[in-house]
């Protein structure tokens, strides 16, 4: 009972002060400042030429729900500037399994941006197209004939595709 009732008081005593921030998926407007603040940091830590993210890996950072907040961003920032080989992070690099691993993130859509629906459909499936092939290929194996019938299109369909969006298919 007496060790109960000193881990109380001490919490309390260090317990001085207790603030609330606001999940850094409600605070969009930060991520960029924070992703400039991180590439600096780890820019002059590996000595590597990576000077920031372009527009469009920016655009995909902010619209992730960051579920560890600011430590995952600087975790995905840290990997970025250590694995980069050029002067800019994009999409695509975030795309290869150092950020989106986990599954396809929910797009946050700009309504401001749209001028018709059928560009905005055309951009849509060119964003979500490649990433769904790839996780049929890879849940079958990357046998193209089952991942073809999985996706209801034909075998050629596929492999027209797969040259398209230029994916590694085993």
Request: charged share 30%; aromatic share 10%.
């Amino acid at each position: 009972m007496q060790a109960g009732r000193f881990r109380d008081d001490l919490y309390y005593r260090i317990k001085v002060v207790s603030f609330h921030l606001t999940p850094l998926r409600e605070r969009p407007e930060d991520i960029p400042l924070l992703i400039d603040h991180f590439v600096q940091k780890y820019h002059g830590k590996y000595n590597k030429a990576v000077q920031g993210f372009s527009p469009e890996a920016v655009e995909l950072m902010i619209s992730y729900a960051w579920p560890g907040n600011v430590r995952e961003l600087e975790n995905v920032v840290n990997q970025a500037v250590l694995l980069g080989e050029g002067d800019w992070v994009d999409a695509a690099d975030l795309g290869k399994g150092l950020f989106f691993g986990k599954g396809i993130p929910a797009q946050r859509i700009d309504f401001h941006r749209i001028k018709s629906l059928k560009k905005a459909m055309r951009d849509i499936q060119q964003l979500y197209e490649p990433r769904i092939i790839e996780h049929f290929l890879k849940k079958n194996h990357y046998n193209k004939s089952k991942t073809a019938r999985d996706l209801s299109i034909t075998r050629k369909t596929l492999d027209d595709k797969i040259q398209k969006f230029d994916i590694q298919a085993g």
